[in-house]
């Protein structure tokens, strides 16, 4: 599936000066133009309109049901959140014209990083305008040269994309893998900081840190911990408080709580919630709070609502595990590896790239909007369609995406 194209990339304006001129844009790992022509592209894909129960209209496809979305609990649209979203453009505009700093800090942020503390049962927040900022900032502000951290192999993008940038030495250890890991906090030298970063539930493959052990032995060791939370929040836990409510641990457990606004929460956004210390820290020294704008009226707002939703609408989360449970027992009693799935993520393996965007073009052509991931985001051999339940699924259409699923997998002989 990679093909060479060697012309795609080649200046067609070269300069008139310049004899050699390198290509501005260096060669691409995917040849996009061949899955394409191959009609295996569906990329960037427009939404036209937002249907009841997960549904959308997309230009060119009609309406599909959204099996790639992050809308855990169903929130998007909710009228409670909608109206919260509204008061706030009436109130303060669609903008704050500036970094919370100097002139962006509305009460809006205020009472969100509240009501995220409240949440999370920590002393304090902090947002920043999206998750991936969050991580970033925070772990390179935080880390200085002489600290480790130690990270899950599979940790999203944005974590390593932090330690990448902190000055600190980076080691990681195999997935979920507990010997490995105390192997690492051993071999750490020197005296300096111990940060470990884990994924609450992991982006790709669905499954839960195993939080008890990863926490005692951050103990031992005299490590911190920070769990980003961006695909657990509104998931785990009977009332969707999270990890720590999961395995029913105190809340002092994680040290740096990590995450987004724009998942389960229908907005834009990331947060830390942790110690007054920290918070305070991290508004006065992390870059991409001093130096980019601040989470937008709108947005603050929405997402303040959409706390308030979790907690007075428990029955989304019971919703979410059965939809999770009919559709994920299905896929496994007809022979799918789902890998250690037990959340909304579920990962269909293919076992290869031409398998895997087959099987999402047999179900995008019966309307399902679903999407196959591929080399390098997940291991080869692990290429995968890679489907998320909602809650405000219907049943009737969790048993019709089922169907097609394992229909294409029959047909595709990958079952
Ligand atoms: C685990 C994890 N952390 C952070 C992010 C970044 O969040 P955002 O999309 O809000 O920037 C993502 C996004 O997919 C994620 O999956």
């Known amino acids: 599936m ?5 012309s795609i990339n080649k200046n067609p304006f070269p300069h008139p000066l310049i004899q050699h001129q390198l290509p501005l844009v260096p060669k691409m790992r995917h040849d996009i133009e061949y ?16 249907l009841p129960n997960s549904h959308v209209r997309v230009s060119g496809h009609g309406n599909m049901i959204m099996l790639g979305g992050y809308s855990y609990l169903g929130l998007i649209g909710h009228p409670q959140i909608n109206a919260a979203a509204q008061a706030a453009i009436d109130r303060f505009g669609t903008g704050t014209h500036g970094v919370r700093l100097l ?37 390179s502000s935080l880390l200085r040269k002489g600290d480790t951290v130690i990270c899950d192999k599979l ?73 980003d939370e ?23 457990t994680v040290d740096i709580k990590m995450g987004t606004l724009s998942k389960t929460i229908p907005a834009a956004g990331g947060y830390i919630a942790g110690s007054q210390e920290l918070i305070t820290f991290l508004k006065h020294e992390a870059r991409a709070f001093i130096f980019s704008a601040a989470v937008p009226p709108p947005s ?5 609502a959409a706390f308030d939703v979790i907690e007075a609408e ?49 179900c995008q052509d019966k309307g399902i909007f679903v999407q196959a991931v591929v080399s390098p985001v997940v291991p080869v051999g692990q290429e995968r369609l890679r489907a998320c339940v909602s809650a405000s699924h219907t049943l009737t259409d969790i048993d019709y995406c089922a169907n097609v699923i394992i229909a294409g997998g029959c047909k595709l002989g990958i079952l």
């Not at 990679?2 to 060697?6: E, P, Q």
């Not at 995220?116 to 925070?138: D, L, P, R």
């Not at 785990?236 to 395995?247: D, K, P, S």
């Open 300 to 304: 603050a707002a929405a997402a303040k």
């Open 2 to 6: 990679h093909i060479d194209n060697g």
């Open 155 to 227: 940790n999203h993008a944005s974590i390593v994309d932090g330690c990448l940038l902190a000055m600190a030495d980076f080691v990681r250890f195999r997935h979920n893998d507990m010997v490995h890991f105390e192997k690492r906090l051993q071999e750490v030298a020197g005296n300096g900081r111990k940060l470990v970063i884990v994924d609450g539930v992991f982006s790709m493959d669905g499954d839960i840190i195993n939080l008890p052990e990863v926490s005692r032995l951050c103990r031992q060791y005299d490590a911190y911990l920070m769990v």
């Open 35 to 50: 899955y394409k022509k191959q009609g295996l592209y569906f990329y960037l894909e427009t939404t036209e309109e937002m």
């Open 103 to 139: 002139a962006g800090s509305l009460t809006l942020h205020n009472e969100l990083e509240a009501r995220i503390a409240a949440f999370k049962q920590a002393e304090a927040a902090i947002t920043f305008s999206s998750g991936y900022v969050t991580n970033v900032a925070t772990i």
């Open 230 to 252: 961006a695909h657990s929040l509104g998931v785990l836990g009977e009332t969707g408080h999270g990890i720590e409510e999961h395995f029913g641990l105190p809340a002092d």
């Open 314 to 362: 428990p029955e989304r989360i019971q919703a979410l595990q059965t939809n999770f449970t009919r559709f994920a027992n299905r896929l496994r009693a007809a022979g799918f590896d789902l890998l250690q799935t037990e959340t909304a993520i579920v990962p269909v393996i293919c076992k290869s790239t031409a398998a895997a965007v087959r099987l999402a073009k047999y």
